[in-house]
């Protein structure tokens, strides 16, 4: 929302994966019109090795662990291969090493169908690595709803917009 209330509401939140969509469909137009020129391999190949070096390895570890708690450097993995920078760094490099080419739309294919599609963005260490809702998040979730009657319709404004 800004820079000192880092958090969505349900509202704002879908209107980033909106955006996101935005961006989806463009690639995916692109993608469409120029699918004769995509070397399929290699779409394949990076497509898949975002989440096979940034999302299984955590996943396992989570479902192996019998508490949830597993190594931080999951989630790093996870976050730096979900990232658009990092997408843009290999895209770049791949573009200057080998050619530009059209199988580079997996890239963002991937990270902006996670966002879109699936509502995954970075993960933060204090959460879990499988999507739960932490139990603070949702005590500040059902306070800020009822302070500012986003559910009900009301709306305030200003400094009584969050009284917890």
């Known amino acids: ?3 000192e209330n880092r958090f969505e509401t349900r509202t704002t939140f ?14 995916s137009v692109l993608a469409v019109r120029h699918f004769s020129e ?9 497509f898949v090795v975002i989440d096979a070096i940034g999302y299984l390895p955590g996943a396992l ?17 996870y976050n730096t291969m979900h990232s658009l ?3 843009g760094v290999v895209a770049g490099l791949w573009a200057v090493l080998v050619k530009p080419e ?9 990270l902006l169908g996670d966002r879109a599609l699936f509502g995954n963005s970075l993960k933060p260490f204090g959460v879990l690595f ?3 809702p932490h139990p603070a998040y949702v005590d500040f979730e059902r306070a800020y709803s009822n302070s500012t009657g ?7 404004r200003g400094a009584d917009a969050v009284r917890l």
């Open 1 to 3: 929302m800004d820079a």
């Open 150 to 156: 986003e559910n009900s319709g009301e709306s305030r």
């Open 61 to 77: 570890a989570f479902r192996r662990s019998r508490d949830g708690r597993i190594s931080r450097w999951y989630f790093v993995a």
């Open 130 to 132: 499988e999507p739960h």
């Open 38 to 46: 995509i070397r399929w391999a290699v779409f394949i190949a990076l």
């Open 102 to 110: 059209w199988a580079l739309l997996a890239l963002p294919l991937h």
């Open 14 to 27: 879908l209107l980033l994966r909106l955006e996101w969509l935005g961006g989806l469909a463009v690639c």
């Open 85 to 87: 920078v990092t997408a």
